[in-house]
């Protein structure tokens, strides 16, 4: 009986080992070099500084190094994470606390300063991408998808480089591991701007204004 339970507590330990989640350290606040931007200073409806005004959301892939092809920050224009293949929305948000600055939404119930990724194990490794967006597009993922898939109010979306793998900790007595840094690997700032209509959309538009003079010039 006393074997029994024994290996049954070993089972469950290791279950536990396996499915806990893993945490990082997801906010900002630490280097200049993470300092986040935007193109638009001068509207101060989506530039203001309060706590609310951006959101930011924490995306992981433990296989894709590259968002479709690229390493670098999109800003303005390009393929964004939430629709490129091999990636995962981590169930982590972060919202704006001062200037360029943000921390995270959830709470760490080891009290680390850390945030639980979804879909990482405890000690996995994975590469990171992080996007922000004003308030004024709304507060999730999918808020985000609707508005650029058809914008019907102004916003700004910025997009990270993507990181290097990253190990995971447990968040406890294992401090868990910074994403954002000036070294080599880690997520330094990035800007938010206006996108630019998608390829696409550009062409129905072009489509759409030849159709006008055409009209016009047969009148």
């Given amino acids: 009986m006393k074997k029994t339970l024994l290996t049954l507590a070993l089972v469950a330990t290791a279950a536990s080992s396996v499915f806990a989640q893993g945490f990082v350290l997801f906010n900002n606040t630490i280097a200049a070099a993470t300092h986040i931007s935007t193109n638009n200073l001068g509207n101060v409806g989506l530039a203001g500084v309060n706590a609310g005004d951006y959101y930011y959301a ?3 892939s433990t296989t894709a190094t590259t968002v479709n092809g690229s390493t670098a920050a999109v800003s303005g224009s390009g393929s964004y994470v939430w629709s490129a293949s091999g990636w995962s929305f981590g169930n982590v948000y972060g919202t704006s ?12 119930p080891n009290n680390s300063g850390g945030t639980a990724v979804s879909g990482v ?18 507060n999730t ?3 985000l998808e609707a508005w650029y898939a058809d914008p019907t109010t102004s916003g700004l979306v910025g997009e990270s480089v993507v990181s290097g793998p990253i190990i995971t900790s447990s968040g ?4 868990p591991p910074p994403i954002f ?3 080599t690997g880690l997520i330094q700032g ?13 062409a129905l538009i072009g489509i759409g204004g030849l159709g006008l003079a055409m009209i016009r010039r047969r009148k």
């Fill in 58 to 60: 924490l995306f992981y």
């Fill in 190 to 202: 990035f800007e938010m701007s206006t996108p630019v209509p998608e390829p696409t959309t550009v």
């Fill in 121 to 138: 194990a405890l000690g996995g490794s994975a590469q990171f991408v992080v996007v922000g967006w004003s308030a004024s597009i709304g």
């Fill in 97 to 108: 606390s001062t200037p360029g600055r943000f921390v995270s939404s959830s709470a760490d």
């Fill in 172 to 175: 406890g007595s294992s401090a």
């Fill in 141 to 143: 993922i999918a808020d």
């Fill in 181 to 183: 840094g000036s070294t």
